[in-house]
Antibody, heavy 124, light 111 residues
Framework: EVQLVESGGGLVWPGGSLRLSCAAS????????MNWVRQAPGKGLECVSY????????YYADSVKGRFTISRDNAKNSLYLQMNRLRAEDTAVYYC?????????????????WGQGTLVTVSS | NFMLTQPHSVSESPGKTVTISCTRS????????VQWYQQRPGSAPTTVIY?????PSGVPDRFSGSIDSSSNSASLTISGLKTEDEADYYC??????????FGGGTKLTVL
């Protein structure tokens, strides 16, 4: 079974930085797009960033654009999210999620496997 | 841009059937696939339906998905409800502008 394990969350001051990691196993990491999806306490889901299998395409939600940077290391089967200039509204559980393209070839993808999440708390 | 609207909560008794709706605000519901994710309390989401009506391996056939162009909505139907089905359910779709759009989630109570 696919395994995704996040790490790196914690308590950080507003304006501070954190780097999240996601260790992937039991699938060919280099052939899948990857995503970071967050969930604020008691709230719904928001995809904050996407990276294609080769890192050639990257997406950020407007809420994090210019502050967060997604990257991956296919040799290490790892996904990262560098979060700078953190704000209170970034407080959330951050999930690493594998992306799978639609079987019909239609444009787009969905999240087929999720990690257990890592909590980021931005507070003074 | 579009939104996906779900009822905030639904409840039903064990053994019964429940349907959760997901209505697209603009554009056709059929223009991009709809997925459904289950999130049990304290756990990460898991996929229960993808590409409108496909079930991942391991998801019981009690779970089914459909779309209805006349109401511009998608539906998740769970039959033979079990207490273990109690969870939050999120619909999700995609477009080239909004990218991954989630519904607000529906809390299913099985009582």
């Amino acid at each position: 079974e696919v395994q995704l394990v996040e790490s790196g969350g914690g308590l950080v001051w507003p304006g501070g930085s954190l780097r999240l990691s996601c260790a992937a196993s039991r699938f060919t990491f280099s052939t899948y797009s990857m995503n970071w999806v967050r969930q604020a306490p008691g709230k719904g889901l928001e995809c904050v960033s996407y990276i294609s299998s080769s890192s050639s395409a990257i997406y950020y939600a407007d809420s994090v654009k210019g502050r967060f940077t997604i990257s991956r290391d296919n040799a290490k089967n790892s996904l990262y999210l560098q979060m700078n200039r953190l704000r209170a509204e970034d407080t959330a559980v951050y999930y690493c999620a594998r992306g799978t393209s639609y079987s019909s070839g239609s444009y787009g993808s969905y999240f087929d496997y999720w990690g257990q999440g890592t909590l980021v708390t931005v507070s003074s | 841009n579009f939104m996906l609207t779900q009822p905030h909560s639904v409840s039903e008794s064990p053994g019964k059937t429940v349907t959760i709706s997901c209505t697209r605000s603009s554009g056709s519901i059929a223009s991009n696939y709809v997925q459904w994710y289950q999130q049990r309390p304290g756990s990460a989401p898991t996929t229960v339906i993808y590409e409108d009506n496909q079930r991942p391996s391991g998801v019981p056939d009690r779970f089914s998905g459909s779309i209805d162009s006349s109401s511009n909505s998608a539906s998740l139907t769970i039959s033979g409800l079990k207490t273990e089905d109690e969870a939050d359910y999120y619909c999700q779709s995609f477009d080239s502008i909004s990218r991954w759009v989630f519904g607000g989630g529906t809390k299913l109570t099985v009582l």
